[in-house]
């Protein structure tokens, strides 16, 4: 059965420096987004990506993040400048056309 | 804007017990709802959905029903195993939204002992 995959699966970043998630969603899938889920908390919705551009974002996507689909296979999200508070499990999802969203393991980002 | 409650966990059930996770939601429209279950190491994978009010989702032998009137989505199961331990979130995602975001609860830790 086709699976949506997230590498790494847990990285561990220094303040201020840039990291790339990586996903990859399920092939014919059209709608692609990423969700984060703060220990304890819930999980949030960050953004959608629909015909190559974002679709929607909440306000926890601000400019320090960005999302990209740059080869057809692979959709990632760079954080140009972690905080602290960035630390949080990363889910990428994908959405084929009804409204049934299949969720990647999660890459657990750590902020130092 | 749109919200999504259930019940605080962890909860920790004997085997064969009976199982409720409480969830109720607000929105404006018709959403759709949904039980998400996260098996330890594991990604979010769809348990259940329902689309329409009076709608009864079921899976693995659990189940829920959508209920407008009291906007609760509540899962039950009859008969727990131990490898139904996991966490559930609740969720939904209004109809004609655009990009079907989720909206989900804080998720509830379940425990099944032999």
């Known amino acids: 059965e086709p699976e949506v995959t997230q590498t790494p699966s847990h990285q561990v970043t220094q303040m201020g420096q840039e990291v790339i998630l990586r996903c990859v969603p399920i092939s014919n899938h059209l709608y692609f987004y990423w969700y984060r889920q703060i220990l304890g908390q819930k999980v949030e919705f960050l953004v959608s990506?629909?015909?190559?551009?974002?679709?929607?974002k909440s306000e926890i996507f601000d400019d320090q993040f960005s999302v990209e689909r740059p080869d057809g296979s692979n959709f990632t999200l760079k954080i140009r400048s972690t905080k602290l508070e960035d630390s949080a499990m990363y889910f990428c999802?994908?959405?084929?056309?009804?409204?049934?969203?299949?969720f990647g393991p999660g890459t657990r980002l750590t902020v130092l | 804007g749109d919200s999504v409650t259930q019940m605080e966990g962890p909860v920790t059930l004997s085997e064969e017990a009976f199982l409720t996770i409480n969830c109720t939601y607000t929105a404006t429209g018709y959403p759709s709802l949904f039980w998400y279950v996260q098996y330890p190491g594991e990604g979010l994978q769809l348990l259940l959905k329902?689309?329409?009010?009076?709608d009864k989702g079921s899976n693995k032998g659990f189940e829920a029903t959508y209920r407008k009137e009291t906007t609760s989505f509540h899962l039950e199961k009859g008969s727990v195993q131990v490898s139904d331990s996991a966490v559930y979130f609740c969720?939904?995602?209004?109809?004609?939204?655009?990009?079907?975001?989720?909206?989900f609860g804080k998720g509830t830790k379940l425990s099944v002992i032999p």
């Open positions: 329902a689309t329409k009010a009076d």
């Open positions: 999802a994908s959405l084929q056309s009804t409204d049934t969203q299949y």
């Open positions: 969720a939904l995602t209004r109809s004609g939204a655009g990009s079907y975001q989720l909206t």
């Open positions: 990506f629909y015909n190559n551009e974002i679709s929607e």
